[in-house]
């Protein structure tokens, strides 16, 4: 009698088989995000590189700024969202349900943010900058991170570093706001910088380069349940970007930026695309985007002494992974 239970478990087995890879089918091939004016992001490099596979990139818009950015991804507006992983940090510990999956910015020798003043100025250590306007892409995050833990360094109090008056500029018109004096600092980074100094008569008061080093600045997030949902798709895009670091990291300057101009030219935003020839660097300190413990930690520890943080400091490895980086320093990490 046992021998027509046997068809019955194939029929079983097989239709088990077919579920499952019917649920493997059915993850996310399209990626919904926020792209900068002017620029193309590492999701969009590699994507034009052929790195992402089947997954599709769906521009819906512009970034007004990281935290805004990864606030969307938290809410369900975007998939994924990239921010300075202090932003990063202050959002998971209100508890939204995001985790960081690779790097996509952050400072070296050549790519770094600055704070540039007029060369007539004279501002020229921390408490010059008491009662002065600082100018910087948005509040909350990368750039006010770095003038706070400088002015700290300094030997400001609380109370003198909250004279210094932070106003929040969008990057493309940070430099037209210094030369004519309605701010005194301009926080400048990236291919945005460079273009400001090819136009002369500013210099740098400091940069976050030569204040913490080379560091990844910035990673992108996935809210928690796309990441269980999607697996496959979130392995395809961090891998796809990791490649794209390391592409970039390798190739002639020349060739990443007449790689950029295409694809800007390409994707038909009406869009200037003379930022880009000012391109040096990802500035990403990780192999393929690698996330490292201490690119959490520092602010961390800066947030909780700030009063920023209520309860229990995070631990780094709550907030982020690699397991999803197949590059060879990547895949099977925290």
Do not use: C
Not at 4 to 12: A, D, E, G, N, S
Not at 136 to 158: D, F, I, Q, R, S
């Amino acid at each position: 009698m046992a021998a027509p239970r046997q068809p019955l478990r194939r029929t079983l087995a097989a239709a088990v088989a077919l579920l499952t890879l019917a649920a493997g089918g059915s993850q996310a091939t399209e990626l919904r995000y926020r792209g900068s004016v002017g620029q193309v992001t590492l999701p969009e490099l590699a994507a034009d590189l052929g790195y992402l596979g089947d997954v599709r990139l769906n521009w819906i818009g512009n970034v007004t700024g990281g935290p805004a950015d990864i606030q969307a991804t938290a809410t369900g507006q975007s998939d994924f969202g990239g921010a300075f992983n202090g932003a990063i940090v202050k959002l998971a510990a209100a508890n939204a349900p995001i985790t960081a999956v690779v790097s996509y910015y952050g400072s070296d020798a050549q790519t770094f943010q600055g704070y540039y003043v007029l060369d007539g100025s004279p501002i020229r250590g921390p408490r010059d900058l008491i009662g002065r306007k600082v100018g910087m892409n948005t509040l909350g995050a990368h750039a006010e991170a770095v003038l706070k833990t400088w002015l700290v360094k300094g030997g400001l109090t609380a109370e003198e570093i909250a004279k210094a008056e932070l106003v929040a500029l969008p990057p493309v018109n940070t430099e037209q706001s210094l030369r004519p004096r309605q701010i005194d600092v301009a926080v400048l980074g990236g291919v945005i910088r460079d273009k400001a100094i090819a136009n002369g008569g500013i210099r740098p008061v400091f940069t976050d380069y030569e204040l913490l080093g080379a560091f990844s600045a910035g990673s992108y997030v996935f809210r928690d349940d796309f990441i269980k949902r999607n697996p496959e798709t979130v392995k395809a895009f961090v891998t796809g970007v990791g490649r794209a670091i390391e592409w970039a990291r390798t190739q002639p300057r020349q060739t990443v930026v007449a790689r950029f101009e295409s694809i800007i030219a390409k994707r038909g935003r009406n869009e200037d695309p003379s930022l880009v020839r000012y391109w040096k660097s990802s500035g990403v300190a990780g192999q393929g985007g690698v996330i490292a413990d201490r690119e959490f930690a520092t602010w961390i520890d800066w947030l909780a002494d700030a009063g920023e943080l209520k309860g229990a400091k995070p631990k780094p490895s709550d907030l982020y992974t690699n397991r999803f980086n197949g590059l060879p320093s990547g895949g099977g990490g925290a």
